[in-house]
């Protein structure tokens, strides 16, 4: 597999690196999202992470195809409950948001798209709709979807064969 990207925060303490095809970008505009990017944005030197319409994108990946190669010990977990599943890395140096797991065995990792000082893989679509911002009209060049469409289900479903698989 030779397609390595680099993906750094801010001021270049801390990278990530992924390896192959993502599984999807996705732009999700639920509420967690939106909050979680809210209080990311309020630290001191933090760059935007939602876009102007309040979606958060995403680079979708394995988690085999995911390591931080760089700064590890930089990283700061942020979640909005105790007991939330989820967890959102922000670079401590900088106040960069790195990327989103969880707790709960997901086979997944979500980079926060934005991230890529090169060119990011194209959004593919945005999910949980339902919660955008009042007020807000969605631009229609990728499908929008108030849910979790099945395409989404579909692109995780496959991955996950394909870790089974040895693929």
């Known amino acids: 597999m030779t397609d390595i990207r680099i993906i750094p925060c801010a001021c270049g303490q801390v990278e990530l690196e992924t390896r192959g095809t993502p599984i999807m970008a996705a732009a999700c505009y639920c509420d967690d999202c939106q909050e979680g990017a809210r209080r990311i944005e309020a630290m001191p030197g933090a760059k935007p992470v939602k876009g102007t319409d309040g979606g958060t994108e995403y680079v979708v990946y394995r988690k085999d195809r995911f390591r931080c190669s760089k700064g590890a010990e930089l990283l700061q977990r942020q979640k909005l409950k105790d007991a939330s599943p989820t967890n959102r890395w922000v670079a401590g140096c900088c106040n960069s948001a790195m990327y989103v797991n969880f707790d709960d065995g997901k086979f997944w990792v979500d980079v926060y798209r934005l991230r890529y000082r090169e060119e990011a893989p194209p959004l593919e679509m945005r999910v949980s709709t339902r919660f955008k911002p009042e007020g807000v009209e969605l631009r229609a ?6 849910g979790y469409p ?15 698989f040895g693929a």
């Open 141 to 146: 060049d990728v499908p929008s979807y108030p």
């Open 150 to 164: 099945f395409k989404f289900i579909a692109k995780l479903l496959g991955a996950r064969f394909a870790i089974m």
